[in-house]
């Protein structure tokens, strides 16, 4: 099994960036999707980005254009690196790796957008 462990959450201005890190251990990184999923408060999971163990990338509709999702199989981590960010990004962020039928998840680090 995989353990995900995320970073770089906090407090943003509207229009400011951040740039979540999500560290694997445990087991073969490179054959993992992984993604980044954000739930806000009564809000349910939503998928943000996700890159395969190929490099295709997808993003949710609300994020093209500002955030990026990419893949360092040799340090075994992810990143999301989030730019104009707007009061609705405002969340908890989650990171994921998947195969197959395995499916693990991170603890989620907050992120917050508020001037």
């Known amino acids: 099994q995989v353990q995900l462990v995320e970073s770089g959450g906090g407090l943003v201005q509207p229009g400011g960036s951040l740039r979540l890190s999500c560290a694997a251990s445990?087991?073969?990184?490179?054959?993992?999707?992984m993604g980044w999923y954000r739930q806000a408060p009564g809000e349910q999971r939503e998928l943000v980005a996700s890159?395969?163990?190929?490099?295709?990338?997808n993003y949710a509709d609300s994020v093209k254009g500002r955030f990026t999702i990419s893949r360092d199989n040799a340090k075994n981590a992810v990143y999301l690196q989030m730019n104009n960010l707007k009061p609705e990004d405002a969340a908890i962020y989650y990171c994921?790796?998947?195969?197959?039928?395995?499916?693990?998840w991170g603890q989620g680090t907050q992120v917050t957008v508020s001037s």
């Open positions: 890159i395969t163990i190929v490099g295709t990338t």
């Open positions: 445990g087991s073969i990184f490179s054959i993992y999707t």
């Open positions: 994921n790796a998947r195969r197959k039928m395995y499916d693990a």
